[in-house]
């Protein structure tokens, strides 16, 4: 099952763990995303861009450690 698609405004991954490779298949269709947490998520510098370049509408990105 996807973790998002073309419609979803907002992904609360926090504490999911969910892998980076299925972070990056999510945010490459999520072109109406605005809010993503993925606190507690592995976040590389290729999600990062992947990011930038796919989620046009992003306003709130919450990332870091479990608990921050």
């Known amino acids: 099952a996807a973790l998002a698609d073309a419609e979803h405004a907002c ?5 999911t763990g969910v892998s980076e490779a299925a972070l990056q298949q999510a ?3 999520s072109r109406q995303l605005q809010l993503l947490d993925v606190r507690g998520c592995p976040v590389g510098p290729s999600t990062l861009r992947l ?5 046009p509408r992003l306003e709130v ?3 870091g450690k479990q608990g921050d």
């Open 61 to 63: 990105l919450r990332i």
């Open 11 to 15: 992904l609360d991954l926090h504490g």
């Open 51 to 55: 990011l930038g370049h796919s989620c």
């Open 27 to 29: 945010l490459a269709v």
